[in-house]
Nanobody, 125 residues
């Protein structure tokens, strides 16, 4: 069984940076691809990035401002966000799947087998 715990969210001012963590517990850390998603109030959940053992992918909202990494020794993935805007306000989730599979340009969310509980990020002055 895999468990994921996100942390690092909070209230930040526009233009600042924030790094979210996704702590993994379970088996076969190296074999899992880790996806980052977010859901803003009143909106559908959107994908941000996916990092496998070898590759990293970013979706439209994340390109240029967000960076995802993973630390094998800590079994933790990170989403580093810069130049935050009020429209980045959302609950941020990490999830794992065997691969980063994109369907028509979007990460196939339904394939992700295990999800964290989410961490709230609020960008406001």
């Amino acid at each position: 069984q895999v468990q994921l715990v996100e942390s690092g969210g909070g209230l930040v001012q526009p233009g600042t940076s924030l790094t979210l963590s996704c702590a993994f517990s379970g088996s076969h850390w190296d074999d899992w691809a880790i996806g980052w998603f977010r859901q803003a109030p009143g909106k559908e959940r959107e994908d941000l990035s996916c990092i496998s053992r070898r590759d990293t992918y970013y979706s439209g909202s994340a390109k240029g401002r967000f960076t995802t990494t993973r630390d094998r020794s800590k079994q933790t993935a990170y989403l580093h966000m810069t130049a935050l805007k009020p429209e980045d306000t959302a609950i941020y989730y990490c999830a794992v799947d065997l691969i980063c599979y994109y369907d028509d340009g979007a990460l196939r969310e339904a394939d992700f087998k295990f999800w964290g509980q989410g961490t709230q990020v609020t960008v406001s002055s």
